[in-house]
């Protein structure tokens, strides 16, 4: 069974630094691109950026550009999104989602990701 | 800054049809925005319905169905079930580098 399994909800202070993962399985993890998406609280999807983790190109949307950076680790099958300065607007479910460019078919079941003092 | 708009909410009796559309603020939607179609209920991640316009992945049931519709892109909810309430959102490829992929606005659907 093709899965992406997200870790776990995280609770962080503004400023502190983040890293959360996304790891594919029942697929070869370098022949499918792995986007990442937003959800604040009660509101759309939003696409943050994707990442080719044959070669680890990235694509960012100008509204995270040099906010997150999206990495990956094919070795295993692992793909990363992470923050090093937190703010509370961070506050949201974060999605990863698997894609072969045009169909964005498999999708983790999400991280929650609560940034508050 | 590229903007994709659906219908906010719509409502629908069982057994009934219904059809969402998608427009982009850039112009027609054809079929190369790949448009692909998503159903998020409450507390759960989005699933993929439609993708390629119209295309069907396995798990999909036959009452959706995908098409362009003059401009837009278009979700057709046909015989619908009170397990179809939920949010639906489209995404469209627009290729390049800088802005790939833009999700629409979502179209909250109440089966009443």
């Known amino acids: 069974e093709v899965q992406l399994v997200q870790s776990g909800a995280e609770v962080k202070k503004p400023g502190e630094s983040l890293r959360i993962s996304c790891y594919g399985s029942?697929?070869?993890?370098?022949?499918?691109?792995i986007s990442w998406v937003r959800q604040m609280p009660g509101k759309g999807l939003e696409w943050m950026g994707r990442?080719?983790?044959?070669?680890?190109?990235?694509n960012y949307s100008p509204s995270f550009q040099g906010h997150v950076t999206i990495s990956a680790d094919k070795s295993i099958s692992t793909a990363y999104l992470q923050w090093s300065g937190l703010k509370a607007s961070d506050t949201a479910m974060y999605y990863c989602?698997?894609?072969?460019?045009?169909?964005?078919?498999?999708w983790g079941k999400g991280t929650t990701v609560t940034v508050s003092s | 800054q590229t903007v994709v708009t659906q219908e906010p909410s719509l409502t629908v009796s069982p057994g009934g049809t219904v059809t969402l559309t998608c427009a982009s603020s850039?112009?027609?939607?054809?079929?190369?925005?790949?448009p692909n179609w998503f159903q998020q209920k409450p507390g759960q991640a989005p699933t993929s319905l439609i993708y390629?316009?119209?295309k069907k992945h396995p798990r999909t049931p036959a009452r959706f169905s995908g098409s362009l519709l003059g401009d837009k892109a278009a979700l057709t909810l046909s015989g619908v079930q009170p397990e179809d309430e939920a949010e639906y959102y489209c995404?469209?490829?627009?290729?390049?580098?800088?802005?790939?992929?833009?999700f629409g606005t979502g179209t909250k659907v109440t089966v009443l």
């Open positions: 989602a698997r894609h072969d460019g045009v169909d964005m078919d498999v």
């Open positions: 029942g697929y070869t993890f370098t022949s499918y691109w």
């Open positions: 990442i080719n983790p044959s070669d680890s190109y990235t």
């Open positions: 850039t112009g027609a939607v054809t079929s190369g925005f790949y």
């Open positions: 390629s316009t119209s």
């Open positions: 995404l469209l490829y627009y290729g390049g580098a800088l802005l790939p992929y833009v």
